[in-house]
Nanobody
Framework: EVQLVESGGGLVQAGGSLRLSCTGS????????VGWFRQAPGKEREAVSCISTEDGDTAVVDSVKGRFAISSDTATNTIYLQMNSLKPEDTAIYYC???????????????????WGQGTQVTVSS
């Protein structure tokens, strides 16, 4: 059974940093493309970043470019989202998602992904 578990969320002041983790079981990340999404209250879920460890492809949405970075640790089947210079508008539930295959060309499409985690709350205070 494929499972994704996010961790690392919490409360942080504006300008601070958090590192989110997405640990997978039941599959090998090397065969999958993994994305991070977020959903703020009253808003639609939006794509944040993507990584395809097979070919090294990555993507990040413009609103977090230069502040967030995605990386992978294939030894532990974990994908990280390092978030720096956090802003109150980054407050949301952050989800990781995975789909079999290679490449981030369609990373922003929710329907691109087959598996989803339960999410981790990130709250940035001003």
């Amino acid at each position: 059974e494929v499972q994704l578990v996010e961790s690392g969320g919490g409360l942080v002041q504006a300008g601070g940093s958090l590192r989110l983790s997405c640990t997978g079981s039941g599959f090998t990340f090397g065969d999958y493309t993994v994305g991070w999404f977020r959903q703020a209250p009253g808003k639609e879920r939006e794509a944040v970043s993507c990584i395809s460890t097979e070919d090294g492809d990555t993507a990040v949405v413009d609103s977090v470019k230069g502040r967030f970075a995605i990386s992978s640790d294939t030894a532990t089947n974990t994908i990280y989202l390092q978030m720096n210079s956090l802003k109150p508008e980054d407050t949301a539930i952050y989800y990781c998602a995975a789909t079999y295959g290679v490449g981030c060309a369609f990373y922003a499409e929710r329907t691109f992904y087959t598996y989803w985690g339960q999410g981790t709350q990130v709250t940035v205070s001003s």
